[in-house]
């Protein structure tokens, strides 16, 4: 039911830059939707990290970013921190399907 | 803080019932949309359904409708998940998450706070 798709794994040094692609279609991303990022750390609730795009709730670190281009949006992590290990997904909105929520394939981030 | 708590998972065998519940706190919760997310093992997250802060409005993701009834209690700021005609296909841990406005299909379609989710595993 993933809509959306991210890489499966992506992985960096601390103090190094990473980026998570998400990719969706005309019907969702490129339909004008915005796109939401957040982490999910083993065992808890996933919590917000990027809202509208490129926006931060209060309490997200500014080393989090967000950006969308047509029918992709990208998460980026300058300065990996170690806590930073964590799945990655983005959702968004789909205006095709009955599944009107939809969601990335989600992506792990390993800080070597 | 805001908070949700699920409840009620469990382990039910292909064809039988089970109700899920999320308690909420730190938040006016009547004034909110509130929806359920799943996620099977190995795979990535799933809607599931939505209810609207009144609970008037509700809508299902195809894989649930007909099977699962999304309801809430406002007065114990609660929402609940009953699951009828579980399938090993509906094994997964079940999260309610908080929408931000008070009809879960109006923008900015997306949740600021979720719960850590109950494990429902379905099998004989």
């Not at chain 1, 009955?98 to 394939?105: I, P």
């Not at chain 2, 938040?27 to 093992?41: D, E, G, K, L």
């Not at chain 2, 090993?88 to 989710?117: M, N």
Request: net charge negative; proline share 5%; with cysteine.
């Amino acid at each position: 039911h993933s809509v959306l798709t991210q890489p499966p794994s992506v992985s960096g040094a601390p103090g190094q830059r990473v980026t998570i692609s998400c990719t969706g279609s005309s019907s969702n991303i490129g339909a004008g939707y915005d796109v939401h990022w957040y982490q999910h750390l083993p065992g808890t609730g996933p919590k917000l990290l990027i809202y509208g795009n490129s926006n931060r709730p209060s309490g997200v670190p500014d080393r989090f970013s967000g950006s969308k281009s047509g029918t992709s949006a990208s998460l980026v992590i300058s300065g990996l921190q170690t806590e930073d290990e964590a799945d990655y997904f983005c959702q968004s909105y789909d205006s095709s399907l009955s599944d009107t929520y939809v969601f990335g394939t989600g992506t792990k981030v390993t800080v070597l | 803080q805001v908070q949700l708590v699920e409840s009620g998972g469990g382990v039910v065998q292909p064809g039988r019932s089970l109700r899920l519940s999320c308690e909420a706190s730190g938040f006016t919760f009547s004034s909110y949309a509130m929806h359920w997310v799943r996620q099977a093992p190995g795979k990535g997250m799933e809607w599931v359904a939505v209810l609207s802060y009144e609970g008037t409005n509700k809508y299902y993701a195809d894989s649930t409708k007909g099977r699962f009834t999304i309801s809430r209690d406002n007065s114990k700021n609660t929402v609940y998940l009953q699951m009828n005609g579980l399938t090993i296909e509906d094994t997964a841990v079940y999260y309610c998450a908080k929408d931000t406005y008070f009809d879960g299909l109006l923008p900015p379609y997306y949740f600021d706070h979720w719960g850590q989710g109950a494990l429902v595993t379905v099998s004989s």
